[in-house]
């Protein structure tokens, strides 16, 4: 169990379109869910924490508006990057806490590769 | 605040060999420990966590890990590697649910014929 789907896996776009990156729980409810940057060799970055139903709580130095997220319901949290630029390109990944599970651990997603042209 | 270090960035190892990946933590209250495995363009899988009891834990893979409080310590090993086993290395701490986790930098292992 506790399954997390990303898509889309690799996305190639073009410089000043905006890209969405889906986060799903399969198989179970998420009320918390976290986004990642990775750049290449690196740790991963916090990006934003997701709430189910409430707006996400952004880490220091990252754009709220450049980096939208949307956690609709208890499944499915979005991250739209909006006018995105060469300099966004990374792979950015998605977690999900298991509720009530108490430990923090995380289920992650796939990943997604995000190339700007 | 807690913080995660792994001291070693690389560690080439040859096949069947052991290993021993080195994850030092702090913080001034009982947290969590995990120890995560990154594929090529992939995202994180559990390989094991360390919540309460006995301090030598097993996970997936054979690989296993040992909790030291007085050390605070959480190394992760493995008596004999594969080529399958090449891959990076995230050791976590966390509060717990409510708190962010903190990952290390991650140790690369590349495991050679």
């Known amino acids: 169990g506790a399954v997390v789907s990303q898509h889309p896996s690799w996305v190639i776009c073009k410089s000043g379109t905006s890209v969405k990156i889906e986060c799903r729980s399969l198989?179970?409810?998420?009320?918390?869910m976290f986004w990642y940057r990775q750049f290449p060799k690196q740790s991963l970055m916090l990006m934003a924490t997701s709430n189910e139903g409430s707006k996400a709580t952004y880490e220091q130095g990252v754009e709220k508006d450049k980096f939208l997220i949307n956690h609709a319901s208890l499944t499915l949290s979005t991250l739209t990057v909006t006018s995105a630029h060469p300099e966004d390109s990374s792979f950015y990944i998605c977690?999900?806490?298991?509720?009530?599970?108490?430990?923090?651990?995380?289920?992650f997603g796939e990943g997604s590769r995000l190339t700007v042209l | 605040a807690q913080s995660v270090t792994q001291l070693d960035s690389q560690v080439p190892v040859f096949e069947e060999a052991p290993v021993e990946l080195r994850c030092n933590y702090s913080?001034?209250?009982?947290?969590?420990l995990f120890w995560y495995v990154q594929y090529p363009n992939q995202g994180l899988q559990l390989l094991l966590k360390?919540?309460?009891?006995?301090?030598l834990v097993k996970g997936i893979n054979g690989f296993e890990a040992e909790f030291n409080k007085s050390q605070t310590s959480f190394h992760l090993r493995k008596p004999s590697v594969h080529i399958s086993d090449t891959a990076e290395y995230f050791c976590?701490?966390?509060?717990?649910?409510?708190?962010?986790?903190?990952f290390g930098a991650g140790t690369r292992l590349f495991v050679k014929a």
């Open positions: 913080s001034s209250v009982s947290v969590y």
């Open positions: 198989d179970f409810q998420a009320t918390t």
């Open positions: 976590a701490v966390s509060r717990g649910e409510g708190f962010k986790t903190i």
């Open positions: 360390y919540l309460s009891g006995s301090t």
């Open positions: 977690s999900a806490i298991l509720r009530q599970r108490g430990t923090g651990e995380l289920f």
